[in-house]
């Protein structure tokens, strides 16, 4: 009984990571195709350039309550297997990056699942996890992306944030200490779905934002 309900929620999970916020949003928005704007990412900072704040917002929050409520089911049906909340986590993140119901041939005529770059689903999980992670992941991601400049940076920072705030619950006994490695393995999947930005992270030609932009003005 315990296998399949891991089977379920790891299914489960990874389906409510695949809905693509992002294409219906910027399609009821502006009547565009998301994947055809910028980076072709579905999240929330290319549904801002393709629709707006207001879009980017949208797709921001329903990508994030992806990852929450992959958790909280996790949490409802095995709520002593800490090992599965952080399954439930990583396979809602996989589900948002390689959508299921976004599956079309790259340039070289090969088949390939496409979304976004899992940020969102990251702080969405983290707060299922524990709720008060997102009072310190926003605030951090939000300084990260004002001084530094780079959303790609600030995407690869909210894993990390998630895995200390972890380790840190998990040394004084609040949390367990499987949830740290949600923390360290969704950072994994982050870098990995970054390739590209990383890519222009180290010849200079990465899009700058925030505080940085301004005073390079």
């Not at 891991?6 to 409510?16: E, Q």
């Not at 910028?38 to 207001?54: D, V």
């Not at 041939?105 to 990251?122: C, F, S, Y």
């Not at 982050?190 to 932009?213: C, K, M, Q």
């Amino acid at each position: 009984m315990a296998t399949l309900l891991i089977i379920i929620v790891g299914v489960a999970s990874y389906l409510f990571g695949s809905i693509p916020s992002g294409v219906v949003i910027v399609k009821l928005v502006a009547g565009k195709d998301i994947r055809q704007v910028e980076s072709g990412r579905t999240g929330g900072t290319n549904a801002f350039r393709a629709a707006g704040i207001w879009a980017g917002v949208g797709t921001t929050i329903l990508d994030g309550l992806k990852g929450a409520f992959a958790v909280w089911l996790a949490k409802a049906l095995l709520p002593a297997d800490a090992w599965v909340h952080v399954l439930a986590g990583l396979a809602a993140i996989l589900g948002h990056n390689y959508s299921i119901f976004i599956l079309q041939r790259d340039e070289q005529g090969r088949l390939r699942l496409r979304g976004g770059a899992g940020g969102a689903p990251t702080v969405g999980a983290a707060l299922a996890l524990w709720p008060v992670s997102l009072l310190i992941i926003i605030p951090l991601g939000a300084l990260v992306f004002y001084f530094i400049g780079y959303a790609s940076v600030t995407t690869m920072s909210v894993p990390l944030f998630a895995a200390l705030i972890f380790a840190y619950r998990a040394w004084n006994g609040s949390s367990p200490w499987e949830y740290v490695w949600f923390g360290i393995l969704a950072e994994m999947i982050l870098i990995w779905a970054l390739r590209p930005n990383i890519n222009r992270l180290s010849n200079g030609t990465e899009r700058i934002l925030g505080f940085r932009a301004r005073h390079k003005k």
